[in-house]
C-alpha cells in the first residue's frame, strides 16, 4: 500500500529499504483518488520505533493512505526526540474536529497503575469517545486493549505478577470473520505485558465477542459494535528483535526477566529469534484495513457520524 507520510520521516528510508512503498506528500497529491485517512495515536515511549512497526503492516494493499501521527499533549515523552515529535505529530486538539477511516492506539508502559491514575487519562477518554462518532473502525493495542474495554465496557484490568513475555500459538473462535480471511486455524503473537482479561467477564457483556485465545497467554482479541472496535493484547506489529530489545533492555535494569518463551532459537538468549508470527500480521492488518475501513466506510467523512 502506497501509505503518504510526512516528508523526512525517519521510518520511511528503513522501510524503502525493505520494498515497502511509501511515498511524500508531493507524489500523494499527483494520484486523484480518495485516499483512506489513518490516524495512529502512539503512546509508546520509543516512538520511531513504533511508527516503523506500524507501517510496515498497513502498507501490504493497493490502497493510498495518508496517515496522521498523533500525540497526547497532556504527557511529555522523555524517549523521544522533542524536535521528532514537533516535526511530525499532530496534538489530539488538532484533528478532534476531523473524521477517519481507521484509528490505531498503541500500547503504553503504564500496566501497573490504575487508569485513573495515568497522567493523560482525561485526554484519554476524550480520544475513546470521539472515535465513537468519528472513526469508522478502531484497533487498540496491549495496553490501550485494556484501557478501552474499561472505559467502553468496564472490563476489569487484572495485573499479573509476573510480565507476559514470548511468541505464543493462539487459536481462533470465529474462523468465518473476515478479520481472520487466509489465517491458520492456529498462529503465532508477540505478547509483553503485566496484565490479563478475565474470559468469563467478557463472555456475560453481550456488546463483546471474543475471536481469538491463547491457552498460555489467555484472551487475545475481542470486538465490538460489528468491528469498529478492536482489542488486541498482544503485538503483531513486532518486528523480529523487538521481545530481544526488551529483554536485554530489562536485564541491564536488574529487573531479571525471564527469557520471551517460544521466542529464541532453542529458547537459548544467545541465539537468534525464530520468527514465526510475520505472515499472520500482514493479514490482520490488511483484512482490518479491506474488511473493516476501506469497504464499511462512508466516502464522505462527515457521515461516519450516522453509521450503525
Known sequence: MPVRVPEGLPAVEELKAENIFVMGERRAATQDIRPLRIAVLNLMPLKLMTETDLLRLISNTPLQINLD?????????????????????????????????????????????EFEQVDYWRELTEVFEWAKSHVTS???????????????????????????SGVFTHRLKDKHNPIFRGFDDTFEVPHSRF??????????????TILADSEESGVYMVMARGGREFFITGHSEYSPLTLDFEYHRDLEKG???????????????????L????????????????????????YKLDDIANLK
Open 138 to 164: 478502531t484497533i487498540y493495542i496491549c495496553w490501550a486493549a485494556f484501557a478501552g474495554l474499561y472505559y467502553h465496557y468496564g472490563i476489569t484490568k487484572h495485573v499479573l505478577g509476573h510480565k507476559v
Open 195 to 208: 496484565s490479563q482479561l478475565d474470559a468469563d467477564e467478557i463472555n456475560r457483556h453481550q456488546s463483546l
Open 69 to 113: 501521527l498523533v500525540d497526547v499533549g497532556t504527557h511529555v515523552s522523555r524517549n523521544t526526540p522533542r524536535e521528532h515529535i514537533e516535526a511530525f505529530y499532530k496534538r489530539f486538539d488538532d484533528i478532534k474536529n476531523d473524521c477517519y477511516d481507521g484509528l490505531i492506539i498503541t500500547g503504553a508502559p503504564v500496566e501497573k497503575v
Open 275 to 298: 520468527v514465526r508470527w510475520r505472515s499472520h500480521a500482514n493479514l490482520l492488518f490488511t483484512n482490518w484495513l479491506n474488511y473493516f475501513v476501506y469497504q464499511a466506510t462512508p
Open 255 to 273: 529487573l531479571n526477566p525471564a527469557i520471551p518463551a517460544h521466542y529464541y532459537i532453542d529458547d537459548d538468549p544467545s541465539k537468534e529469534p
